[in-house]
């Protein structure tokens, strides 16, 4: 598994938790054979810098969009989690790291199933392609000392975040960095880090499930709008009272408020108002050129429902 992403830094340890990611985000458009191309170029460090990375895309008929204001770490209460993420065509799978004082677990998860869990009490961890990984490693072990402050550790991901992101364009030169302290032994940190794990996930599974559900709602929506009557017979005029007429729809219209709620079924009543009294029991309702209107007379008819054919 390739991880589409740029670079997280962490280190966790007795002083705390200290975590520094780009903000860089892409998106591909465009032939699969020939995005899995260019990302492998990316990743593999052939591509430099932005203007090589869009003179390729072109090349190979690829649309990009890149944006630098990604949040790819958090805070949740007295621990910092980073995400790195690749999206397929049935599933989302993520990769986390969790990390406190004294502790750490990366998670992967398949959707919102957790497929494996590694646990630590210390150490420098890296999230990112090879590339970004690889340049990252050669400036810490050129930089980097144990006897640093959490703040300068900081400051220290964040500078080489800037310089490996002018080697190459998978990662932008904006950042965030985040620390976190916390009185916590090794075991305590472990314990604290499962109850920490264990609600955001379960709130991963709501927002997922939230998710799918608005978008079979869209779905929904989309079908039924394919089926609004912008020409036909919609029913008769059953009852009139003053300006105001109740319509019985024919077999196969139905009657939809504007957030789609189901308002008649066929063979059932609706209002409508007309703008004068020319309007006979019996007359026919119909849709012509897009306009509803009484069939053969000069009446102008509205109503704030939805007409569609049963389909």
């Known amino acids: 598994m390739v991880w589409n992403m740029s670079l997280i830094i962490a280190y966790i340890g007795k002083k705390g938790c200290v975590m520094a990611s780009d903000k860089r985000k892409i998106a591909y458009f465009g032939h699969k054979e020939k995005r899995e191309e260019l990302e492998q170029e990316l990743y593999s460090g052939s591509i430099t810098n932005d203007e090589e990375l869009y003179a390729r895309a072109e090349e190979l008929d690829i649309t990009l969009k890149i944006t630098d204001d990604a949040c790819k770490i958090k805070d949740v209460e007295n621990v910092v989690v980073g995400e790195v993420s690749t999206k397929g065509t049935t599933e989302t799978k993520r990769k986390r790291l969790y990390g406190t004082t004294n502790g750490f677990q990366i998670i992967e998860l398949s959707g919102s199933e957790i497929t494996s869990v590694n646990r630590g009490d210390a150490s420098i961890?890296?999230?990112?392609?090879?590339?970004?990984?690889?340049?990252?490693?050669?400036?810490?072990?050129?930089?980097?000392?144990?006897?640093?402050?959490?703040?300068?550790?900081?400051?220290?991901?964040?500078?080489?975040?800037?310089?490996?992101?002018?080697?190459?364009?998978?990662?932008?030169?904006?950042?965030?960095?985040?620390?976190?302290?916390?009185?916590?032994?090794?075991?305590?940190?472990?314990?604290?880090?499962?109850?920490?794990?264990?609600r955001d996930v379960k709130l991963l599974e709501k927002f997922r499930t939230k998710l799918q559900e608005d978008l079979f709602k869209q779905n929904e929506i989309i079908k039924l709008a394919s089926t609004i009557i912008d020409e036909g017979?919609?029913?008769?005029?059953?009852?009139?009272?003053?300006?105001?007429?109740?319509?019985?729809?024919?077999?196969?219209?139905?009657?939809?408020d504007t957030n789609w709620k189901l308002l008649a079924k066929p063979n059932e009543m609706v209002m409508m108002f007309a703008d004068n009294d020319k309007v006979s029991i019996g007359d026919e309702i119909v849709i012509e050129n897009e306009t509803l209107c009484v069939k053969g007379k000069e009446v102008g008819l509205s109503c704030n429902i939805i007409l569609c054919h049963l389909k």
């Open 233 to 256: 017979k919609i029913g008769n005029v059953e009852v009139i009272d003053d300006n105001i007429i109740q319509v019985k729809l024919n077999s196969d219209v139905r009657a939809f």
């Open 125 to 198: 961890i890296l999230f990112g392609n090879k590339i970004t990984k690889s340049l990252a490693n050669e400036l810490l072990s050129k930089k980097w000392k144990a006897s640093f402050s959490l703040k300068y550790m900081g400051e220290l991901f964040g500078e080489i975040i800037e310089e490996v992101a002018s080697k190459t364009p998978s990662l932008g030169k904006t950042y965030d960095v985040m620390i976190k302290q916390a009185d916590l032994s090794k075991e305590e940190s472990q314990k604290y880090l499962d109850e920490i794990v264990d």
